[in-house]
């Protein structure tokens, strides 16, 4: 079972992006958290308080559907670090995203002081330096008997674009993303139960390298310790953008270049602590008749 962190995340870039403030959630974030706030009809707690992670990048639409499906909830929002936490205010205060439901007094923009009984949290795991430490923070935040919904992508995603990569000669062009089985591992190995697991492929198109390019600054970077550690020149753009219309082209799409995301969807309860198990015991034999109900003689009593 994986418990180290990702060997291929650079920590250092990866706490550059933690500290980016998008201007609005990725297009594709938003989809995968309307697809997410649909499989909750399948849960039928109804959380008091829940916890919704880092909704900046996440998909700020959500918090609407969210505060729909749970009217009498309160919610908390968590962002991190402090600054971004200030930004994420600022942002939501004036954006177009149901300013409603974000100003209400149900909402409070802090890490929850007692427990939730859901943690919202989509799209961030396979962005994180340390995954086993972000899970273990959303298992502390949660009641038991509450439940974690997350969403992230899996291995399968820019397959296409890491073909190119590797045509071309040149390293990855992300850092590599984690199968949806490791991860129902690494919930367990934090303390969660019946973790359920799922996955779907969504195809995006693009009208040409620069769209395609721009969408994908918005929804990462590359965090692979092994990309190029220097700034790219002209000629090798344009290389790029070459090796993108001859590699990715779909004739399917009327030319159109295409993507392939894999999204892995997965929720999970914290039960009950486990009582702890000494791995020896002893008791003597006076206790051992008085248990099995035997007298001194190893007859039944009545």
């Known amino acids: 079972m994986r418990t180290e962190r990702p060997p291929t995340i650079d920590p250092v870039a990866a706490a550059r992006w933690e500290q980016r403030v998008p201007a609005e959630?990725?297009?594709?974030?938003?989809?995968v958290a309307r697809r997410m706030e649909d499989r909750l009809q399948w849960i039928v707690s109804q959380p008091r308080r829940?916890?919704?992670?880092?909704?900046?990048?996440?998909?700020?639409q959500a918090q609407a559907l969210l505060a729909k499906r749970y009217p009498k909830s309160e919610c908390f929002v968590v962002e991190a670090p402090v600054e971004r936490a200030q930004a994420a205010r600022k942002l939501i205060a004036k954006s177009r995203w149901n300013p409603s439901q974000w100003g209400s007094a149900k909402v409070r923009f802090e890490v929850p002081a007692e427990p939730v009984q859901m943690v919202w949290a989509n799209m961030?795991?396979?962005m994180a330096p340390d995954p086993m430490?972000?899970?273990?923070?959303?298992?502390?935040?949660?009641?038991?008997?509450?439940f974690l919904m997350f969403s992230c992508l899996g291995p399968d995603t820019l397959r296409e674009l890491h073909g190119l990569y590797r045509a071309m000669g040149w390293a990855p062009p992300t850092h590599a993303f984690t199968d949806m089985h490791d991860w129902g591992d690494m919930l367990?190995?934090?303390?969660?139960?019946?973790?359920?697991?799922?996955m779907e492929r969504i195809s995006l198109s693009y009208s040409s390298p620069q769209s395609l390019l721009e969408e994908l600054r918005g929804l990462g970077r590359n965090l692979h310790q092994g990309r190029f550690a220097g700034l790219r020149g002209r000629t090798?753009?344009?290389?790029?953008?070459?090796?993108?219309?001859?590699?990715?082209?779909?004739?399917?799409?009327?030319g159109r270049l295409k993507l392939t995301f894999e999204v892995i969807y997965g929720h999970a309860f914290k039960p009950k602590a486990r009582m702890p198990v000494s791995p020896q015991s002893s008791i003597t034999l006076q206790q051992m008749r008085g248990a099995l109900g035997l007298n001194h003689e190893g007859k039944g009593t009545k």
């Open 124 to 126: 961030a795991l396979h």
């Open 188 to 198: 367990v190995q934090a303390g969660f139960a019946e973790p359920v697991m799922d």
């Open 236 to 254: 090798w753009h344009q290389s790029l953008q070459d090796a993108m219309w001859r590699e990715l082209a779909d004739p399917a799409e009327g």
């Open 25 to 31: 959630s990725p297009w594709l974030h938003e989809e």
């Open 133 to 146: 430490d972000l899970i273990a923070r959303w298992n502390q935040v949660l009641d038991v008997d509450g």
């Open 50 to 60: 829940w916890a919704h992670w880092a909704p900046l990048q996440g998909g700020l």
